[in-house]
């Protein structure tokens, strides 16, 4: 919990941006965190109302107000259904970035994920390697009663893989069928550490349809998590490592970005709103988001959904259901391509989950913040998900897959979650099939 501030200070977020709230409520019932506390300041219009009063200096950052931004799971399922598009997410991370800082261990624990682990390769893969033989050892298990929700919470989560499975990907992995393109991608931070699976997944997907794809060496994180979190100083440095890093391995810069993380996708779109008062780099930041796609918006175009189609390998009959991660559907407008492909899969049965648009809990690091609350919106998905009869679960977004994965474990349910590209690939006869990681930790 973060310290309340002692005196009334005037706070330097984008102020302008709270200005374009007409409060007319028509976001409330579209807010998972609202719903689940009938709380207007747990609004999405109550915490613009806050992050005004901060703005103008006359609310104290206390501790009551702090929560209440805190809280904010950042789905931006606010800014679909709102007339005055109000950038809710932009709005959010600025408030955030002026909120006193944490307390000493929060504040420790956060420097050490967001300044230490996440930017550097090396320690990101230290770690995995270390989680994983803890998780073999049952440690997180063992050390679940002592740590309340959160042990829960750290004690489901999906076994890291084998380090054979968190190798990066070849700088170029050409296509396997005529070349007709070249495109690069992003393999992510914790996704190419737990989901590597995922990122071969895709590349075999890219290079099925022609493509050659192109992977930046030694790149580390785009900063999504900094961002989301009010780290505009380290989200900034991320982003023109980023930049940095697409621009090298794509001289002309021109080549698509593909994408297959949703939050990281929504974010790297949005890159110019970091440099506002950079000219040279707003220029790059412009010219590198424009390129940035989401995985299913690029594999949906018409000319390679045919292609990807006539490849399909006739499968058994499934039934399964899409949730959108709320950084597809929201932030990035994408929700029907997902849909479109699957309806293409051999054998298929794709059944709609109502609350699919809705935030799962999961919201980055909300997960481990708050897992009482997160696991109680994820809890509802689950019974609607047993209802809906369908046996498998898909999604784009790690931190989504990773949610489900541990909600699944923890109702002792047996059904396995995947990534869109995953279920592609496996009806393009995958070479390694299967889901996500296990929950049963195995030697290897
Ligand atoms: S819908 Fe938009 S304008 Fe209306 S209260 Fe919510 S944020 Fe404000
Ligand atoms: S981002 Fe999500 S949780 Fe936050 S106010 Fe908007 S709808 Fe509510």
């Known amino acids: 919990m973060n310290s309340p501030a002692t005196k009334a200070r005037r706070l330097p977020l984008d ?3 709270t200005l374009d709230c007409i409060h007319c409520g028509l976001c409330l019932n579209s807010c998972p965190t609202y719903r689940e506390s009938g709380r207007e300041s747990e609004s999405p219009r109550g915490r613009i109302h806050l992050m005004r009063a901060l703005g103008e200096g006359r609310l104290e950052a206390d501790t009551d107000c702090v929560q209440a931004l805190d809280s904010c799971l950042v789905c931006r399922n606010c800014e679909t259904v709102c007339p005055a598009g109000v950038q809710f997410g932009a709005l959010m991370e600025s408030a955030r970035n002026q909120l006193p800082a944490p307390g000493l261990v929060p504040g420790f624990l956060r420097w050490l994920g967001f300044r230490v682990v996440l930017p550097n390769r090396r320690v990101l893969a230290l770690l995995a390697g270390g989680v994983r033989l803890a998780q073999i050892l049952h440690l997180p298990r063992l050390m679940a009663p002592l740590l309340g929700s959160r042990g829960a919470t750290l004690a489901s989560l999906p076994v890291f893989p084998p380090a054979s499975q968190r190798r990066s990907l070849p700088n170029i992995s050409p296509s ?8 690069t991608m992003l ?7 737990l989901y590597g699976a995922v990122n071969r997944a895709t590349v075999q997907t890219l290079n099925a349809l022609g493509a050659d794809v192109l992977t930046p060496a030694d790149h580390a994180c785009c900063g999504a998590l900094h961002a989301h979190n009010g780290d505009l100083e380290e989200a900034r440095r991320l982003a023109q490592e980023t ?5 090298t391995v794509d001289g002309e810069h021109t080549l698509p970005i593909v994408v297959n993380s949703a939050g990281c996708g929504a974010h ?3 890159y110019p709103r970091l440099f506002a008062d950079d000219p ?3 220029a790059r930041a412009n010219a590198f988001s424009q390129r940035v796609t989401d995985f299913s918006k690029f594999v949906a175009q018409p000319d ?11 499968g058994p009959a499934r039934k399964l259901a899409w949730d959108d991660p709320c950084h597809l559907c ?4 994408v929700s029907a391509e997902p849909r479109e492909l699957l309806d293409l899969i051999p054998g298929v049965k794709r059944v709609e989950l109502a609350s699919s648009q809705s935030c799962c809990g999961s919201a980055g690091i909300h997960a481990l913040l708050h897992p009482e609350e997160s696991n109680a919106l994820l809890d509802a998905k689950i019974e609607e998900f047993q209802a809906s009869g369908a046996e498998l679960l898909i999604t784009a977004n790690p931190g989504c897959q990773m949610h489900w994965q541990a909600g699944f474990q923890r109702a002792n349910l047996k059904i396995q979650t995947q990534h869109l590209a995953e279920t592609i690939a496996d009806s393009l006869g995958r070479e390694s099939p299967g889901g996500s990681p296990t929950s049963a930790p195995t030697k290897s």
């Open 243 to 247: 930049i940095q890093a697409f621009e």
């Open 280 to 282: 040279d780099w707003l």
């Open 15 to 17: 102020y302008d941006l």
């Open 330 to 333: 929201h932030g990035q407008g």
């Open 304 to 314: 390679r959904a045919r292609r990807l189609q006539a490849q399909f390998k006739a």
């Open 268 to 270: 790297m779109a949005e």
């Open 187 to 193: 393999e992510g931070c914790i996704q190419r550490q």
């Open 176 to 183: 396997t069928n005529e070349s007709l393109e070249t495109v």
